[in-house]
């Protein structure tokens, strides 16, 4: 590795900020991470029609805020997007500029250690849990496609596996960026990069006039890798634009980002509705790209120097991909441990305080007992550092 001591006359020259540090961390991102992973947590959780809630006793206005939250949670998944390629640009930038190149193998290591372990582990069980879970089926076909890291295109073309592992789907879609990425940034400037992220927004566009015109289902839309390309395109900006430099904002801006941001992701749930089916082109070309935006907003929002978030936040967000992973069996390990959950309000809430809490304590479990040895040893193919403690 190149060495990190760089001449004041060195940092003048640059028009970067990163060249100077080989460390990246930023605590709030760990805190907007969990808040992502909330989001969706509550798209499973919340059901999505008013009458529901008006059913337990919920006044009309709090019903359709209810819904609209659970409506609105899956861009949850978008805002990881936009997470991920932000922070995975910017980490290969300064370990370009630090080092003088990129070690892609390294890099391929570095995700492999992070990603693999708890994610086939994860398929295993849920592989296993066909024979003594009534109802969860993935087939040979579903789980191919996924251990193949492509398990959203198996249910863009045949359908949503009657398993646990369906929100897993998104992991495919990253590590389809991660495959990529990195061998585009070695070879080619940062102007260029810029112009392969515009390309991508026009990609995802003219795939959503295609898909639009020809009236695919929601499932085939949303899973679809090119269709989402906005907040990944949106988050490869961020990290190029901004040239390693964290902007500066008053706490009213950023109020008004944040609110802002939920404003459009609101919008692409509700207004815009490309979650619903019946589609149609004009509210899938124009409400993706309103979430992605909403996602940049948030993301603006809370990226800071010196932020101090509340450390139960950061740590939930740290284990933010266990809890995405096992929130879906934490919901199902509640089915059975609150019956009659629709009996009444506090049934129901009931079931989700015990959801949240089983996914939390299976997360915890994964990150210390699993996931934190495979960190660890992370460390030892990392030019530029991104965790607490080095």
Known sequence: ???????????????????????????????????????????????????????????????????????????????????????????????????????????????????????????????????????????????????????????????????????????SIEEQFYLTWPLIVRRVSQATMVAFAVGLLGVATATRFYLGAHHRWESQVWCNTLVQLDPIAAGILMAVLLRGAVPQFSKLARAAMALAGVACIAAGALYFGIKNDPLTTARIVLGYPAIALGCVLLLFAVLREGANPAKPLVYLGRISYGLYVFHVLGLLISDYIVPNQTANLARYALRVFVAFALTVTMAAISYRWLETPFLKLKQRFTYVLSRPGG
């Open 1 to 171: 590795m190149a060495s990190l001591t760089t001449t004041a006359a060195e940092i003048s020259a640059s028009a970067t900020a990163r060249t100077a540090t080989s460390r990246f961390y930023h605590p709030e991102l760990d805190a907007l991470r969990f808040f992502a992973f909330l989001m969706v947590f509550m798209h499973h959780t919340l059901p999505h029609q008013p009458e529901f809630w008006t059913k337990l006793g919920v006044p009309s206005v709090l019903a359709t805020v209810l819904s609209g939250v659970g409506a609105s949670g899956a861009f949850g998944v978008s805002l990881f997007f936009v997470l991920s390629a932000y922070l995975i640009t910017e980490l290969l930038l300064r370990e370009k500029e630090l080092v003088g190149s990129l070690d892609v193998k390294s890099f391929y290591v570095r995700r492999i250690l992070r990603i693999w372990p708890l994610y086939f582990f994860f398929l295993a069980l849920a592989a296993a849990m066909h024979w003594f879970v009534p109802g969860q089926n993935m087939g040979w076909r579903a789980g191919l496609a996924f251990s193949a890291l492509a398990g959203n295109w198996y249910i863009v073309f045949i359908g949503f596996p009657s398993s646990v592992i369906f929100p897993l789907w998104s992991v």
